[in-house]
Structures are given as structure tokens and as C-alpha cells.
Nanobody
Framework: QVPLVESGGGLVQAGGSLRLSCAAS????????MGWFRQAPGKERELVAA????????YYADSVKGRFTISRENAKNTVYLQMNSLKPKDRAVYYC?????????????????WGQGTQVTFSS
């Protein structure tokens, strides 16, 4: 097991920013590639961004390229998702996920460990 705890979600205005954090415990964090997924109401969970074990390789969905940045601090067992220029379509529950191995994967099923999620909503 790799317990994962997300934080940083909340209410935001269109055009605003949020930084999500995901803290891992119980294992050597650098043995795991990490991903951030999101699930909007009535939609499937989709990959937003992923990062390899060192942070040297990243992936972004087309919908967030240029707006979101994934990063990690292995010394703190934490992965981040900086979200800028937020849009109402970004409203969702955001989940971090871990997969054992140094390379990230773009398939949801490749990730064995999941956090409980953190909600991102928009104020009018």
C-alpha cells in the first residue's frame, strides 16, 4: 500500500490558480511514478498530468498544456499540480495516483494506488 493524501482543492474564480499537493507515505517515493487525474460529474476519470520518478519527464493532457505544471519533491514524498488560468471546464475531483516503476504511464489502469481526491469548484 502507498497511502496518498491530496490537499489544496477549493473554490476558485475563472482565471485563478490553485496548487494541489499529494503526500505519500510508507514506501520509497522515488520508486513510483505519479499521475494526477480528474473526474467531472458524469464523465470518466481522465489523466491530466504525469511525472516520472525523478521529475525529469512529464506528460500533460492537451486540455491543460501551458496552464498546469506537475512537479515532485522526493525528499518530501510529495507531488504537486500547479493549476493556472483555470476554466470552468476544469471543475472536477482531482486524484493523485502512484504506480510502481520509474516511468509514468498514460493509462489509468497502470496506477495501483489512489488518493481520496480533492474537489475543485468555481465561484460565479
Amino acid at each position: 500500500q502507498v497511502p496518498l493524501v491530496e490537499s489544496g482543492g477549493g473554490l476558485v474564480q475563472a482565471g485563478g490558480s490553485l496548487r494541489l499537493s499529494c503526500a505519500a507515505s510508507g514506501r520509497t517515493f522515488s520508486n513510483y511514478a505519479m499521475g494526477w487525474f480528474r473526474q467531472a460529474p458524469g464523465k470518466e476519470r481522465e489523466l491530466v498530468a504525469a511525472i516520472n520518478w525523478s521529475g525529469g519527464s512529464t506528460y500533460y493532457a492537451d486540455s491543460v498544456k501551458g496552464r498546469f505544471t506537475i512537479s515532485r519533491e522526493n525528499a518530501k514524498n510529495t507531488v504537486y499540480l500547479q493549476m493556472n488560468s483555470l476554466k470552468p471546464k476544469d471543475r472536477a475531483v482531482y486524484y493523485c495516483a502512484a504506480r510502481r516503476g520509474r516511468a509514468y504511464h498514460i493509462q489509468r489502469d497502470a496506477y495501483a494506488y489512489w488518493g481520496q481526491g480533492t474537489q475543485v469548484t468555481f465561484s460565479s
